[in-house]
């Protein structure tokens, strides 16, 4: 699960995932709600 986490990051970081997709993902069990805060302590482009 790290590495899917850590793309999350990545993905966030470069505005290809938004914070409402990672809403649905901790919703659906795919994240952890912990994991989305780890996620979205990044910076969102263009934010």
Known sequence: ME???ES???LFANGK???ERLAQMAEAGTITPEEKAYIMAGTEKGA
């Open 3 to 5: 590495r899917l986490v």
């Open 8 to 10: 999350l990051k990545r």
């Open 17 to 19: 995932v938004t914070k």
